[in-house]
Every structure is written in structure tokens, then in C-alpha cells.
């Protein structure tokens, strides 16, 4: 069983940075593949980034490949989402998600067994 909580949302200019944070429970965190997903209103959840057990593979939906940066601290219990160059349609719920299946990059909704309560990211214009 993991717990997930994320931090670091909030209200940031069009062009401005963010760093969201997500605080894992469990000594198994480093066995757990990570993922960030977000969900605007009215819309469907979907695939932000994702990141291994070990941290050696990423990958990242198209629409913030360049701006944003997913890392772990596996020391640390912590996967972390840095958000840059934001822009208003970044604005949604971002939620941090655990998947059992650590060697292999998930993007999927239905691969991830463990879900954090989110976190608002509003970006004005």
C-alpha cells in the first residue's frame, strides 16, 4: 500500500514556473514507478510525465515535453514535477499516481495502482 500527497500547487503568471511535489508513504517507494497525470474541468484525466523505479527512464506527453522535468528521491520518498514556461492551458488538477510495475514506463490511467487527492494548478493569462 502507498500513500501519495501532493504540494506545491497554485496560482502563477502565463511564462511562470511551478514545482510540485508528491510525498510517498512506505518503505517499498523505490520499487514503484511514478507518474503525474492532470485533469482540467470539463475534461478527461491524462498522461502528463512519467518516471522508473530507478529514475533511469522518463517520458513525457507531447504537449510539455521541453518545459517540464520529472525526478525522484528515492532517499526521500519523493517524486517531484518541475513546471516551466507554464501557459494557461496547463491549468488543471495535477495528481501524482504509483504503479507496480517499476522497470516499465506506464502512461495510462488504468496502469497506475496508487493515486494522490491532487493538487490545483491555476496559470492566468
Known amino acids: 500500500q502507498v500513500q501519495l500527497v501532493e504540494s506545491g500547487g497554485g496560482l502563477v503568471q502565463a511564462g511562470g514556473s511551478l514545482r510540485l511535489s508528491c510525498a510517498a508513504s512506505?518503505?517499498?517507494?523505490?520499487?514503484?514507478?511514478m507518474g503525474w497525470f492532470r485533469q482540467a474541468p470539463g475534461k478527461e484525466r491524462e498522461f502528463v510525465a512519467t518516471i522508473t523505479r530507478s529514475g533511469g527512464s522518463t517520458y513525457y506527453a507531447d504537449s510539455v515535453k521541453d518545459r517540464f522535468l520529472i525526478s525522484r528521491d528515492n532517499a526521500k520518498n519523493t517524486v517531484s514535477l518541475q513546471m516551466n514556461s507554464l501557459k494557461p492551458e496547463d491549468t488543471a488538477v495535477y495528481y501524482c499516481?504509483?504503479?507496480?510495475?517499476?522497470?516499465?514506463?506506464?502512461?495510462?490511467?488504468?496502469?497506475?495502482?496508487?493515486w494522490g487527492q491532487g493538487t490545483q494548478v491555476t496559470v492566468s493569462s
Open positions: 499516481a504509483a504503479h507496480r510495475k517499476g522497470i516499465v514506463v506506464v502512461t495510462t490511467i488504468f496502469g497506475y495502482d496508487y
Open positions: 512506505g518503505r517499498t517507494f523505490s520499487s514503484y514507478g
